[in-house]
């Protein structure tokens, strides 16, 4: 396996394959997810599910193919997805009257269908989540992170005014950096888009923006406050309590498989995906080690301790295979199982099992009596333990004291020198397009967000030198 320093995305490519998270599909650029792969996805759904249910929405099901017409109605919207809409133009030999896209997102559709739906004020707010698939043409591709079609949840939302959209808006943004945070272990930074970075068709539009161990940016998570632009185009509107037509305001927001990719190139290491608990296909694996098969009474203590590990629920795989011990380590290591536990016939003689823990280096003896409290405990305290190690470690590659484009670019060759992370850079921005495109064009680095919380105010701005507007987050990324 490539090194991570070395070569991050070869590590990454190799880790994913090998891991048995993915394969190429026969389609240039789309990716069959395989079981443990989907799985993570699952259990993400399963977590986000639980928010949706707490907050009074619903999931629903909408159809992939969009009538062109539909895009017409917001001339954003279309102009920001034309490059990279598929369309379905014939069935057979016979050519459709109305070419259809493949959905990208769904706005135009569920636009429609509120148009119908929503009557009164007594309707609203109006509140829905898809689970679905996607498909955005992408000319430059990546396993999880950036593929033609991928998975995600999309929620859309009608309100009677602006500031209930706008609090739904922030309400999922809390919840997506919360999602990331405590369940996934991988730190983010809120904020709000530069004008050029907004969905399209937005009035304004939040990120979560998560750093890679090798330095880059993933958006990870994105809520839309869309006004009341969708709703003139799709003539969403409803009878007020003083018996008027008024229009509602709608809101959008999604996170996407995105999440797999930022999760593993988070966490992983040279040995291959280290998984916090929470997410893990496999919690806990279970592994008879030495001349085992010539005592039986070792795999039937395993599969004693298999069964009080289910019935607590935990995800535990027995790996009772003929292949060597040194060949199952490593292959769980690179699975990302959490917690390894070894028994032979030694172990067996003296009541304990060794546990090693993915993310910690020495394996413990631990005695039958307290084995199950003690993976509990373990699995209890990984996902907390990897996104502190991730935080301590996002804070050693942000930038503070950079504050001209010649800073930035010395910067950069720095660290290419170096062999380090360029990391997340804090400037000072003047609020035109201008700069941003500057310092794309001379850099290859994008605004992420603006954040909400400001580690220090930048005064001037990167490239022009004027008085700065705001303070955002730079990165390079994926």
């Not at 995600?152 to 009677?160: D, S």
């Not at 993933?218 to 969708?230: D, I, L, N, R």
């Not at 060949?327 to 990302?336: A, D, S």
Request: glycine share 6%; net charge negative.
């Amino acid at each position: 396996m490539s090194e991570q320093t070395n070569d991050f995305t070869q590590w990454y490519l190799q880790t994913v394959q090998q891991a048995e998270l993915m394969s190429y599909s026969p389609v240039r650029g789309s990716i069959i997810f395989r079981p443990d792969g989907f799985e993570l996805w699952e259990h993400i759904q399963e977590e986000f599910n639980k928010f949706l249910r707490s907050e009074g929405i619903r999931n629903a099901y909408f159809p992939m193919l969009i009538p062109q017409h539909f895009f017409m109605k917001e001339a954003d919207h279309i102009e920001g997805f034309a490059p990279e809409l598929p369309w379905v133009t014939e069935v057979g030999n016979e050519k459709l009257e109305e070419p259809l896209a493949l959905r990208p997102t769904s706005e135009t559709m569920i636009g429609a269908a509120f148009s119908d739906w929503i009557n009164s004020y007594r309707d609203l707010p109006y509140e829905i989540n898809q689970w679905a698939n996607v498909f955005r043409w992408e000319k430059k591709t990546l396993p999880f992170l950036r593929t033609s079609e991928f998975l995600w949840q999309e929620g859309h939302t009608a309100h009677a005014d602006e500031t209930d959209a706008r609090q739904r808006t922030m309400r999922v943004l809390d919840e997506y950096a919360r999602l990331c945070e405590e369940f996934l272990a991988i730190p983010v930074y809120k904020g709000q888009k530069t004008p050029s970075e907004r969905f399209a068709g937005a009035v304004d539009t939040y990120s979560i923006e998560a750093m890679m161990k090798d330095g880059k940016a993933v958006q990870a998570g994105t809520s839309h406050y869309m006004g009341t632009k969708f709703a003139e185009a799709f003539d969403i509107t409803y009878l007020n309590k003083e018996n008027k037509h008024t229009l509602v305001h709608t809101t959008s927001w999604g996170v996407s498989t995105r999440l797999l990719g930022s999760l593993i190139m988070t966490h992983g290491d040279e040995q291959g995906l280290v998984l916090p608990p929470t997410v893990a296909a496999t919690q806990v694996v279970l592994m008879p080690v030495g001349p085992w098969k010539k005592n039986p009474a070792i795999l039937e203590k395993l599969e004693e301790i298999f069964a009080e590990l289910k019935a607590r629920n935990i995800r535990v795989r027995l790996d009772d295979s003929d292949n060597s011990p040194g060949y199952k380590f490593n292959e769980w290591e690179l699975k990302g199982a959490c917690v390894r536990v070894e028994c032979g016939p030694r172990d067996l003689e003296n009541g304990h099992a060794m546990v090693k823990v993915r993310d910690l280096a020495e394996k413990e003896k631990v005695d039958f009596e307290g084995l199950v409290a003690y993976i509990e405990e373990q699995l209890a305290e990984m996902t907390p333990r990897l996104l502190a190690s991730a935080k301590a470690r996002n804070k050693e590659n942000e930038h503070f004291d950079i504050n001209t484009l010649d800073e930035l670019k010395a910067h950069i060759e720095t660290c290419k020198a170096e062999n380090k992370p360029t990391g997340f850079v804090l400037i000072g921005w003047d609020g035109t397009e201008e700069t941003e495109s500057k310092i794309k064009e001379e850099t290859g680095f994008t605004t992420r967000n603006i954040p909400f919380e400001v580690p220090m105010e930048k005064a001037t701005d990167l490239v022009s030198g004027k008085p700065a507007k705001h303070t955002l987050w730079i990165a390079r990324a994926y």
